[in-house]
């Protein structure tokens, strides 16, 4: 701090024309450092008077405080300043995003339906071969036609799961949404599967969530689904759905008891086009399920993952708000 008594005795000012007379008739004055967060000294908060004084202690503490709040209030400012360009260049990037979304989903839909027009009339004409009595009376002739046939279904399903992915946040319709019947839903549709596999799904006392009933059931579905397919071949399918409360919201886990999943590859298989593999190299599918199902999870706020199960296997988890009720 500089206290000056009297400034019209002291060398230093005696001539200044602030206290001579010409501008003013300073006589006393004092003044504290302001003193920024990283030590640099952006200025000083001063105090005048035109009859002498001396800065008792508790006055120059008091002078102290004041350029220390000076200070705060400048940081404040900036801090703020900082805060609405950063507001600023969320909001735009938010929007940018939000049209390149748009884009995205109008230019999949476009591909898709310029791709399904060729494609139904490659599966029309594969069917229409494999009726024909040529085609039927020569092996290689029928297997070449039903390997056309699975093909352009394979690439029918690609098409679907392409476009499900880029419409995956576009609009919830947000409800209170009963998982275990959900769960249900997903089980029935996946009979066909599920009993060729002898496989057995479980699940049971499953909460109320809010969600979307139409995306959760997406989620549910490719998560149950890859349980029961990607158990090795030899194995029964178990697999186990259950719930658990964390604060404001459910974690749900659909675990299984296949082969698992190695912990360096748990990130990357949400990624899109991702694939995970076995034994006997990568698992069958489009690697875009995982990719889906995480975006749909993070679209209402949740989190997905996944852990090691107790015996081996994968256990898949997400998390979904409690319902409202």
């Known amino acids: 701090m500089v206290v000056v008594p009297d400034a019209s005795v002291d060398e230093r000012f005696l001539a200044n024309p602030f206290v001579t007379g010409e501008l003013a008739r300073v006589k006393f004055y004092a003044s504290a450092p302001m003193v920024s967060p990283d030590g640099t000294v952006i200025g000083r908060l001063c105090v005048f008077d035109d009859q002498p004084h001396e800065l ?28 609405e360009r950063s507001l600023a260049e969320l909001t735009e990037t938010r929007d940018q995003l939000h049209r390149s979304n748009e884009l995205l989903a109008l230019f999949a839909g476009q591909v898709s339906h310029d791709l399904r027009s060729p494609l139904t009339a490659v599966l029309a004409n594969s069917e229409l071969l494999l009726d024909e009595p ?7 002739a029928a297997e070449l ?54 496989a ?23 998560l149950v689904s890859n349980a029961v397919k990607f158990v090795p071949a030899r194995t029964i399918p178990l697999v186990a759905v259950t719930a658990e409360r964390e604060g404001p919201a459910w974690r749900i886990t659909v675990t299984d008891n296949g082969a698992g999943i190695a912990s360096d590859l748990r990130s ?10 076995q034994a006997d190299g990568p698992l069958d599918g489009s690697g875009i399920g995982l990719a889906t199902a995480r975006r749909i999870v993070e679209a209402h706020g949740g989190q997905m993952g996944i852990d090691a199960a107790a015996d081996g296997g994968a256990a898949v ?3 979904l708000p409690a319902a409202t009720g």
Request: aromatic share 4%.
């Open 145 to 198: 036609a039903r390997a056309c046939v699975s093909a352009g279904q394979r690439m029918a399903d690609l098409i679907d799961s392409i476009l499900a992915f880029t419409r995956v946040g576009a609009s919830l319709d947000l409800a209170d949404v009963d998982v275990q019947g959900v769960l249900g839903q997903v089980v029935a549709d996946l009979a066909p599967a599920i009993d060729a596999r002898g």
């Open 134 to 140: 040529a085609v039927r009376d020569d092996p290689s």
């Open 317 to 319: 988890w997400f998390t």
């Open 56 to 83: 008792t202690g508790q006055r120059a503490r008091v002078l102290h405080v004041l350029a220390e709040r000076v200070v705060d209030v400048l940081e404040l400012r900036l801090r703020s300043r900082q805060l």
């Open 268 to 277: 990357s298989v949400f990624g899109l086009y991702a694939r995970g593999t």
């Open 200 to 222: 057995k799904v479980e699940g049971s006392g499953l909460p109320t969530v809010r969600a979307d009933p139409n995306q959760l059931y997406a989620v549910l579905l490719n």
